[in-house]
């Protein structure tokens, strides 16, 4: 199993966070912050077996809008795929 965090601008969370939903994963999204002073971020957390994680990486690769090049900072991702030793729901 396999912990997804993806930080991405919040106007791309929303759909982000939808699609994953409508894919059966479970999500939990909260703001957060990136860079010094800058704001308007979100952070997704999803959960995925080993086998369904290139699957969720592809739904948030695919809906992450092209930027600008002379704006090619904003607008990116940044993903991490982690390990879980251990998952309960209590």
């Known amino acids: 199993m396999k912990m997804i965090l993806a930080i991405m601008p919040t ?3 929303e759909i982000v966070s939808t ?3 409508e894919a059966e994963y479970r999500v939990t999204k909260f703001a957060s912050t990136a860079g010094f002073l800058s704001g308007g971020t979100t952070t997704i957390m999803a959960v995925a077996n080993d086998d369904k ?3 969720a990486l592809d739904i948030i690769r695919n809906l992450i809008p092209e930027s ?3 704006d090619s900072a904003r607008g990116r991702v940044t ?3 982690l390990p879980v ?3 309960e729901r209590v």
Do not use: G, Q, W
């Open 53 to 55: 994680v290139d699957n």
């Open 11 to 13: 106007n791309t969370s």
């Open 19 to 21: 699609a994953l939903l």
């Open 79 to 81: 993903i991490y795929v």
């Open 68 to 70: 600008e090049p002379a």
């Open 85 to 87: 030793k251990d998952f």
